[in-house]
Nanobody
Framework: QVHLVESGGGLVQAGGSLRLSCAAS????????MGWFRQAPGKEREFVAA????????YYADSLKGRFTISRDNAKNTVYLQMDSLKPEDTAVYYC????????????????WGQGTQVTVSS
């Protein structure tokens, strides 16, 4: 089991940037695929991005390609989500999640989840 703690959320104006961090416990972080998901008010949680255990492969929701970047630092047991050119519709609670195995957009395949961090983008 991996304990995950997100940070870095907040209030930002449209067009601005934020970098979310997700710190993981455990000595085997480097063996986990990591994903970011988000849930906007009144909507279902959706896939944002995922990164392979070594960081060589990344995956994004089609609608977010070019604005969001996922990365990881296995030495720090941390995965990041750089969000640029933010829009009001990016407002959501952002969650990180982990799983053993290949990256997938299916949130049901992720085993451990953080508590989430709120991102609010004002117009």
């Amino acid at each position: 089991q991996v304990h995950l703690v997100e940070s870095g959320g907040g209030l930002v104006q449209a067009g601005g940037s934020l970098r979310l961090s997700c710190a993981a416990s455990g000595r085997t972080f480097s063996s986990y695929t990591m994903g970011w998901f988000r849930q906007a008010p009144g909507k279902e949680r959706e896939f944002v991005a995922a990164i392979s255990w070594g960081g060589s492969s990344t995956y994004y929701a089609d609608s977010l390609k070019g604005r969001f970047t996922i990365s990881r630092d296995n030495a720090k047991n941390t995965v990041y989500l750089q969000m640029d050119s933010l829009k009001p519709e990016d407002t959501a609670v952002y969650y990180c999640a982990s799983r053993r195995g290949i990256a997938t957009q299916n949130q049901g395949n992720y085993d451990d989840w953080g508590q989430g961090t709120q991102v609010t983008v004002s117009s």
